[in-house]
Nanobody
């Protein structure tokens, strides 16, 4: 079992930055898991944002955040991060951290076995 806890959300003006963190605690080695961020805005389905492989060597992003968001991980700290720059009002959502039980994973929510409770990101225009 893997427990995930997100932090770092909040209110920011458009054009600003936030850094989300997701701390994992489990009886399993954190580096056994590919990690991802998803988000869900009110009235919309949960959507993929970014994924990172077990060692950080491979990352992928949804098109709308490419060049603005960066996913990274620190396996020594059992933590994955999402640096969000140049935020836009359409980035506002609850952001969820997810862990897959494999070293590499994709963009589909069904590929992930563990989920955090989410952290709210609000972007004012």
């Amino acid at each position: 079992q893997v427990q995930l806890a997100e932090s770092g959300g909040g209110l920011v003006q458009a054009g600003g930055s936030l850094r989300l963190a997701c701390a994992a605690s489990s009886g399993r080695t954190f580096s056994n898991h590919a990690m991802a961020w998803f988000r869900q805005a009110p009235g919309k389905e949960r959507e993929f944002v970014a994924v990172i492989s077990w060692n950080g060597g491979s990352t992928a992003y949804t098109n709308s955040v490419k060049g603005r968001f960066t996913i990274s991980r620190d396996n020594a700290k059992n933590t994955v991060y999402l640096q969000m720059n140049s935020l836009k009002p359409e980035d506002a959502a609850v952001y969820y951290c997810a862990a897959a039980s494999r070293l590499y994973s994709g963009r589909n929510s069904f590929e992930y076995d563990y989920w955090g409770q989410g952290t709210q990101v609000t972007v004012s225009s």
